[in-house]
């Protein structure tokens, strides 16, 4: 079992940046992929980003198109924490950010089903 506790989340002007922080407890952090899901009022939770493990110092990264040169997602296995930093934001990215995670492999899953845990979500609105 492993918890996560999202952080970071407000209201900010269009243009303006952010980052979230989603901290987990419980078991070995190092040994998840994490992923970060959003989802707007009245819509479908979507696939937002993703980051592997690090193995032998090697790890990967992938981002829905719509925030890809926007969005940047890190970890830090000392901290157990994946981050997602977020810049020039958009209205269109408004909504409760959540992060997941889903144990062993290298894996990038895009799908809510793939991942085994989530958070509680955080709520980013930009304003225009």
């Known amino acids: 079992q492993v918890q996560l506790v999202e952080s970071g989340g407000g209201l900010v002007q269009v243009g303006g940046s952010l980052r979230l922080s989603c901290v987990a407890s419980g078991r070995t952090f190092s040994n998840y992929n994490m992923g970060w899901f959003r989802q707007a009022p009245g819509k479908e939770r979507e696939f937002v980003a993703a980051i592997t493990r690090i193995v032998s110092s090697t790890y990967y990264a992938d981002y829905t198109d719509s925030v890809r040169g926007r969005f940047t997602i890190s970890r830090d296995n000392a901290k157990n924490t994946v981050y997602l930093q977020m810049n020039s934001l958009r209205p269109e990215d408004t909504g409760v950010y959540y992060c997941?995670?889903?144990?062993?492999?290298?894996?990038?899953?895009?799908?809510?089903?793939?991942?085994?845990?989530w958070g509680q979500g955080t709520q980013v609105t930009v304003s225009s």
């Open positions: 997941a995670a889903v144990q062993g492999g290298l894996k990038l899953p895009r799908t809510l089903r793939e991942y085994g845990y």
